[in-house]
């Protein structure tokens, strides 16, 4: 059984790529594969884009796997800035697409799969539904930042090292993010009104 940290293997996995080896591609993809796709699915509100970005992340690193430096940054940490730079530019392209007409408000925000396994409860799910449009209505950089400390569980400098800021930075978004984040939950976002708010305002008007 090898000793290597997660970390390790995973320099080990890009230098045999590098290399030409295409199971080292596998391997990586099983390392780091669901969080990537987990990540850009929340990100952009939609599974089928999550797993879009996830093929093209991976894509790229194995063409860029010869360029990959480990002293500059942590492979982990170089496959979340693909991603991020990637779903950046797709929400780009996604607004223009919707300022041409050429997709629809409800296509966009089609929210990601809140049941990805038959154990998971009806608690947990509604407790995606209400995140999905809240997280939404954050600020690109902010949902970047809470993405990657709760689905990639980056610490604050390593968020710092993919988003290309500093770690004082990270910890401005991920206050302004949370408290965001807690506001909305309790009120709900602009233009989403909390389920509980309607089903109260429902029960009365009947």
């Avoid at 030409?20 to 099983?30: C, K, M």
């Avoid at 699915?41 to 970005?53: P, Y």
């Avoid at 990959?68 to 996604?94: F, M």
């Amino acid at each position: 059984m090898s000793d290597l940290s997660p970390q390790d293997h995973a320099r080990t996995l890009v230098a045999a790529m590098a290399a030409g080896d295409r199971t080292a591609l596998s391997g990586l993809i099983r390392l780091y594969g669901g969080g990537i796709q987990a990540f850009a699915g929340r990100s952009l509100g939609n599974v089928a884009d999550g797993e879009d970005i996830a093929q093209e992340v991976f894509l790229r690193a194995w063409k860029q796997a010869a360029r990959y430096d480990p002293r500059k940054a942590a492979v982990s940490t170089w496959l979340y800035r693909i991603a991020v730079n990637l779903c950046i530019d797709q929400r780009r392209r996604r607004g223009v697409r919707l300022f041409l007409g050429l997709e629809t408000l409800e296509a966009a925000a089609e929210p990601p799969d809140p049941a990805p396994d038959a154990a998971q409860t009806v608690e947990a799910r509604n407790q995606l539904a209400r995140l999905t449009p809240v997280l939404e209505d954050l600020p690109d950089r902010q949902r970047m930042a809470i993405l990657l400390r709760a689905v990639a569980e980056m610490d604050t400098a390593e968020i710092a090292q993919t988003m290309g800021t500093s770690p004082g930075a990270v910890e401005q978004l991920l206050a302004r993010a949370r408290s965001r984040l807690r506001r909305d939950l309790q009120e709900g976002p602009r233009g989403h009104p909390r389920a509980d708010s309607d089903t109260k305002t429902g029960s009365t008007s009947r």
